[in-house]
């Protein structure tokens, strides 16, 4: 799709009818969420579930290249580009640790093929004081970039920051805006990853790139002259899919240390340091869509209906064709979709955790993080969840100019402030009311009441579906038109432009 201003006009002109109705009936106190939304937020989310849902031609490889596209740097943030470089990183006995940590998790999956290292892409990100908007870069080397960036922070927290997108889509660049806004509010600096995206790169690669991106931070490569930086001083965080790569990685550092208290990296034995915190926006923590707010919270969400079938949904090309495709984009098989690192809800130990906060609106994924964060707590560790009343998944981001969304973000950054100085973080759970902001304190069995054993019986119900579905679900697919459950250019560039 074509994400020029011309473009989006007329992408919008179709929508003319749903907004003017929707205005309409807002205005009136007539819909259903008139009472909890202002008109600006329901607006953007009726046009974002519209362009989620509605009828396309676009293929999956379309649609990544559309979200990935890197535009003009501009604005109130400074952004270093960087590579990771794999060289002497003792590659074997990093993917030898990772190998034996899914399995010791859980080999009922079946055998999951560990990929090989590489170098990896990320963006140092900073905020920029005193710029306008419009401000570009100046033309200075990316290493120049950095030290401009370190001027200007102000405090010791480093956040790793990995992106969301379904783990199919967009980038570190798509996110300059949450990172530069997290490093704005907490004083800091941001490390973007770009991890390697499904299908090319199924489970487990983009979570080894996100061990890498931890790894290299606590101990750099001896050419780098970006010093060490404290395990102190990282939270781990990231939104959606992003989120589930946060909580995943603090599960395989938590089982890696199981393992061992050291790992041989860069030819040397290294201490296995946990961050100071992990932080998660909306996290998808639960590949199969199996808890009840997946369907009962579609009334507050732009998030399509939850489905198992991604066979039906793209027109094939040449990076989802038809004889290669599986059940599930991210997982490498659709039992893997089970594996505790792939779907957190899964795991069974958080013990050792270090201080967790979990933030979501009233979404498809709120009962996952109600759940995993009662299972953190159940089991020992420090962890604050927070509920937004009548909010959609990543309402810090998409709905900025709100009350909550603000709300929700000042949480975000004083977590992050607060661990890395140390300080005592609070636990529990809140729910916070939509418009009043009037926040209480709230049980996690009230979201979800499940155990463990519950949780994997309903996912595991859904997987032997999806697996008598597979057969013959590919007849006929040639010249069908998809529907664009999943085509987030287009909401991508909607969501920037409003």
Not at 343 to 349: I, K, L, M, T
Not at 386 to 409: R, S
Request: aromatic residues 6%; hydrophobic residues 35%.
């Amino acid at each position: 799709m074509d994400t020029s201003p011309t473009g989006l006009i007329k992408a919008l002109v179709p929508k003319i009818p749903l907004i003017l109705s929707t205005a309409l009936w807002h205005t009136l106190g007539l819909t259903s969420t008139s009472s909890k939304w202002d008109l600006r937020t329901e607006l953007m989310i009726k046009i974002l579930r519209s362009f989620l849902t509605g009828a396309s031609t676009h293929s999956l490889g379309q649609q990544q290249a559309m979200s990935m596209r890197d535009h003009a740097i501009k604005g109130p943030m400074w952004i270093s580009k960087t590579t990771l470089t794999a060289k002497d990183a003792g590659e074997n006995n990093l993917l030898e640790a990772l190998e034996q940590a899914i399995n010791s998790l859980d080999d009922s999956v079946g055998k999951i093929p560990i990929p090989p290292l590489r170098n990896l892409e990320a963006e140092w990100t900073g905020y920029r004081t005193g710029v306008g908007g419009r401000e570009p870069q100046p033309d200075i080397t990316e290493d120049e970039k950095y030290d401009r960036l370190m001027k200007e922070v102000t405090s010791d927290v480093t956040i790793l920051y990995f992106h969301g997108g379904a783990y199919y889509l967009m980038d570190p660049a798509s996110h300059r805006p949450t990172v530069s806004n997290l490093a704005r509010h907490s004083g800091g600096r941001g490390l973007s990853i770009r991890y390697r995206l499904a299908p090319q790169h199924p489970f487990p690669a983009a979570l080894l790139d996100c061990l890498y991106a931890y790894l290299n931070l606590l101990y750099p490569h001896p050419s780098s002259r970006i010093p060490p930086t404290p395990a102190h001083h990282i939270v781990i965080s990231g939104d959606s899919a992003g989120g589930g790569l946060s909580i995943s990685l603090l599960q395989l550092l938590l089982q890696l240390r199981r393992q061992s208290p050291t790992l041989l990296f860069r030819g040397q034995q290294v201490a296995l340091e946990l961050p100071a915190g992990v932080a998660g926006m909306s996290p998808w923590l639960d590949l199969t869509h199996s808890l009840p707010s997946s369907t009962q919270n579609g009334p507050y969400d732009y998030l399509p209906p939850p489905h198992l079938d991604p066979l039906s949904i793209y027109p094939p090309d040449d990076v989802w064709p038809t004889p290669q495709r599986r059940q599930s984009i991210y997982a490498p098989s659709t039992r893997a979709m089970l594996h505790p690192l792939a779907s957190p809800v899964c795991a069974r130990d958080w013990s050792g955790a270090p201080p967790v906060l979990l933030l979501a609106g009233e979404e498809r994924l709120s009962d996952e993080t109600a759940f995993v964060g009662r299972r953190i707590r159940e089991q020992g560790g420090r962890c604050r969840v927070q509920l937004f009343e009548a909010m959609p998944h990543c309402f810090a981001q998409v709905l900025p100019w709100t009350d909550g969304g603000k709300k929700c973000f000042g949480t975000w950054t004083a977590f992050m402030t607060a661990v890395v100085r140390k300080e005592t973080v609070p636990t529990g759970a809140s729910f916070v009311l939509a418009k009043s902001l009037r926040e209480s304190e709230v049980a996690l069995e009230d979201f979800y009441d499940g155990s463990l054993e519950d949780v994997i019986s309903g996912m595991r119900r859904l997987v032997e579906e999806a697996e008598r579905s597979i057969v013959g679900s590919s007849a006929g697919l040639e010249g069908k038109t998809a529907p664009a459950e999943m085509d987030e250019g287009t909401a991508i560039a909607v969501t920037a432009k409003l």
